[in-house]
Each structure stands twice: as C-alpha cells, then as structure tokens.
C-alpha cells in the first residue's frame, strides 16, 4: 500500500502553478467531515462553487451499512476553486492504503478536460518503467461524449519508488467539463508488479475496470452553484 497518492499530488502542483503564481496558492485547508448526501449509491456534495454527484466506491457492499460506514472521507481545498475530496477504504487511511477513489473540482473558466487527463496521465507515464505504461480510453456510453482514461502502469521506476510503497498502479478516470471549469471522478489501484500485455495476470480485471468507468461515465454531474 502506497504511503501517499504522488498521482494527486502531481495533478494539485501542476494545476496551481498554472493558475497562480503566489507561493500562497499552496496553502491547504481539510476538513476531515465533509458534508456529503448519500442517496442509493449516488453521492452529492458541494465543492469548488460546484454541485457534485458521483458514484459511490466500488468497495461499498451494500450488505455492510451505508457507503460512509464503509469509508473514511477527507475534503482538502487547494486553493479557492482548487478542491479535491478522497475517499478510502474503512480499514485504510490517508497514510497507508491499497485503493482510493477521488473527486477533483477546478472551478476555473477555460480550463477543459483534455487539460486535466494530461495532468493525469503524463506523471503517470513520468513515473513508470519503459514498456510498463498502457494510456487508452473507454468510449462513451451510448448518447454520451464522456470517455474514460485508463492509466496501467505494469512497475513504477526506481525514482517513483523512493516517493512510494507501490511497486505498480491503475487508474480509471473520467473528467466532465463546463464553460466554469472541470469535475474529475477517478479510482485508484496499488498493485504488485504485473505485465500491462498480458490481461490475464492483471491486479484488477479488465471486467472490474470497465465497470468502474462506466458506473463514473453514467452517474457523475455536476452544476454550477448561484452566487
């Protein structure tokens, strides 16, 4: 299990050097109780001036109490219109966990969902050994233009490795888009090592994974909230 998320922290460094030069863009704020609305397997919260509804984690079992008795939760703003919200497992923490699951909010007009899967997927491919990075895309449900980016990265480099405890990783991620700015719903994997060419010997089933993206392409919205 990875003792911190570098893929968050890479995307969170990267989007604030972009939109402020002031070292106090860095400052953070957390509250550890977010305010969320459960309905069925649909989250909503409020983040970042948006409204935001989002799938429940694909650990949730519904035979074990509701989702928030099955995860720890913690809302982090960035920067004002800069806020992410990470779940993880129950048994898991901020420190030490196999599998996360993750809302990011960029409330900054212009700023597009190609913008954002780039800052996804070029760390990951910064941090994995050569021939052990798969980037592809799930193709939107029927009626829909949300793809899915799928990040596979087989073994992380020995330069990752000295940052983190994961020898590899998934990603599954999808980003939706307005005039205001940007909504990201994604889940995370730490992994053993493993092949990306060889589907049979992955971590995390390709079934598992598809039915990840298409629980996130169906169910995530978001609106902007009135002044």
């Given amino acids: 299990m990875r003792p911190f998320n570098r893929l968050i922290a890479c995307v969170f460094s990267g989007l ?51 989702v928030l008795d099955q995860s720890r939760s913690k809302v982090t703003e960035i920067r004002p219109g800069l806020t992410s919200l990470v779940f993880h497992k129950k048994d898991e923490n901020t420190a030490f ?22 800052r996804m997927a070029d760390p990951l491919a910064a941090s994995c050994m050569p021939g052990q990075i798969d980037l592809s895309w799930i193709v939107p449900l029927p009626g829909s233009d949300r793809e899915a980016l799928v990040g596979m990265c087989g073994a992380y480099n020995l330069q990752a490795r000295q940052t983190q405890a994961c020898i590899g990783g998934i990603v599954v991620a999808v ?13 995370e994997w ?38």
């Fill in 16 to 66: 604030a050097a972009s939109m402020a030069a002031s070292p106090a863009v860095f400052a953070q704020e957390a509250t550890d109780e977010p305010v969320i609305e459960v309905t069925g397997r649909v989250l909503k919260t409020e983040m970042s001036g948006f409204a935001v509804a989002f799938p429940a984690p694909g650990w949730v079992d519904d035979e074990n109490g509701s």
């Fill in 190 to 227: 730490c992994t053993p090592s493993y092949d990306v060419k060889n589907p049979d010997k992955w971590p995390v089933s390709r079934a598992e994974i598809e039915n990840r993206a298409r629980m996130m392409q169906s169910l995530t919205r978001f609106e902007v909230l009135p002044e």
């Fill in 97 to 118: 966990w196999s599998e996360l699951m993750a809302v990011l909010a960029v409330h900054v007009p212009g700023y597009t969902a190609g913008q954002q899967f780039k």
């Fill in 175 to 187: 980003s939706l888009e307005a005039e205001e700015g940007v909504v990201t719903v994604y889940n």
